[in-house]
């Protein structure tokens, strides 16, 4: 079995994205080959099937799309790189639980790419820069009990998947260089006062189309047979 092939969809409207992820998934069978389509969205807050509507702070005239993924809302934005991998995870033989950290492992090797180091947090899928030392390569400690677990992080990539018949799709979202202030009109991933940021905040000055080759390629290596 061949690697993922990748699109590259450019600028693509959410909800027409979103149907023909459907469909795709809906149509293939155990033949069909693995894809990774690439995009940017324009502004659009997403409402995961969880998501809870005080979540929702102030849209901004943003428009709001209820969406079947997990997780809670987040924000997608001009300057952000979206990858939606349409993997058959039977066929490559893991669990959803697996394909996430897979998920979280490519986007730690595409910014460790661009000299940033990446942390998770337990339960919290995404992935997180330390805001005072971004580029230091620390293992950072879990927070004990009654700490806050993003003391000193801000969320740089979004992670939010549906799984039908074993088969994924939805996917991630990397922080490039946005306008991050959509942001504030939400609870992110529905944690009030998470901090989010950019790889052009943190001094990361790269294209976007820079960073989704690099994203592409690191997705198909993790998600390869």
Known sequence: MTEPLVRRLGRADYAATVEAMRAFTAARDAATPDEIW??????????????????????????????????????????????????DLQRLGIYVKEYVFRLEQALLKTIETFGVTGHRVLGAPGIYVQLDDPFGHAVRQPRPPGRDPFEGLAKI???????????????????????????????????????????????????????????????????SP
């Open 38 to 87: 690439l995009c940017e969205h324009a502004p659009v807050y997403t409402q995961g099937l969880a998501g809870k509507a005080e979540h929702l702070l102030d849209a901004r005239g943003i428009p709001v799309v209820q969406t079947n993924r997990g997780g809670q809302i987040t924000y997608h934005g001009p300057g952000q790189v979206v990858a939606y991998p349409l993997i």
């Open 157 to 223: 990539a979004a992670i939010g998947v549906k799984v039908s018949r074993h088969c994924s799709y939805h996917g991630v979202a990397l922080n490039v260089a946005m306008d991050l202030r959509p942001f504030d009109g939400i609870n992110p991933c529905g944690y009030a006062g998470l901090k989010t940021v950019d790889l052009s905040t943190i001094g990361v000055r790269v294209a976007c189309d820079a960073v989704a080759e690099v994203l592409g390629g690191k997705l198909c290596a993790y998600l």
